[in-house]
């Protein structure tokens, strides 16, 4: 059974690197089927797609976040990253891993994480 | 960017009906790239149907996926107590590559 599973800091200052990690346990980070990606849901409020990561390293972002995203793969940790630069407190949100099934046509998030949740405060 | 309206914001249903939920795009989207999810408090999303039709494994029949287009629609044929939940929808658009989650439907007792 694939498992994923977020991790980091839970409280970051204001106009600091954000960092996360999600590891990946029960199948390879490097099948040529699938996309990893990271969504995250500020308190109360809908789903964000942030970006998402093939194992070469291929990515493609929110063009809302862009500039802010870095989102990085190591396949022999089977492990993926995200970092969010200058954050403000308009990024504290739970924040998801989950798998992208790319084959078919058919793109869809079919494994999340449990969530972490990340608080912007000094 | 394809912007994603999904009505109505809440659902007031009874165990036993039938709801029916909606989601508008925008502009059109390719019915293979529409998916919808089921989260309940303090859990992840749980992902129900992609392809705008087709069933998540494990997911039971009385979910449905249709629509083409610009109109998407997920039907709940007989709520069960556990289905009361927040359902968002969302679709890829290749260019540039892109994920966009509706701002969710919320169906609660009544």
């Known amino acids: 059974q694939l498992q994923l599973q977020e991790s980091g800091p839970g409280l970051v200052k204001p106009s600091e690197t954000l960092s996360l990690t999600c590891t990946v346990s029960g199948g390879s980070i490097s099948s040529s089927s699938y996309y990893w990606g990271w969504i995250r849901q500020p308190p109360g409020k809908g789903l964000e797609w942030i970006g998402s990561i093939y194992y070469s390293g291929s990515t493609y972002y929110n063009p809302s976040l862009k500039s802010r995203v870095t989102i990085s793969v190591d396949t022999s940790k089977n492990q993926f990253s995200l970092k969010l630069s200058s954050v403000t407190a308009a990024d504290t949100a739970v924040y998801y891993c989950?798998?992208?099934?790319?084959?078919?046509?058919?793109?869809?998030?079919?494994?999340w994480g449990q969530g972490t949740l990340v608080t912007v405060s000094s | 960017e394809i912007v994603l309206t999904q009505s109505p914001g809440t659902l007031s249903l009874s165990p036993g009906e039938r709801a029916t939920l909606s989601c508008r795009a925008s502009q059109s989207v390719s019915s293979s790239y529409l998916a919808w999810y089921q989260q309940k408090p303090g859990q992840a999303p749980r992902l129900l149907i992609y392809?705008?039709?087709s069933r998540a494994t494990g997911i039971p029949d009385r979910f449905s996926g249709s629509g083409s287009g610009t109109d998407f629609t997920l039907t709940i044929s007989r709520l069960e107590p556990e289905d009361f939940a927040v359902y968002y929808c969302?679709?890829?658009?290749?260019?540039?590559?892109?994920?966009?989650f509706g701002g969710g439907t919320k169906v609660e007792i009544k």
């Open positions: 969302q679709q890829y658009g290749s260019s540039p590559p892109e994920l966009t």
């Open positions: 392809g705008a039709s």
């Open positions: 989950a798998r992208l099934v790319a084959v078919a046509g058919n793109p869809r998030f079919d494994y």
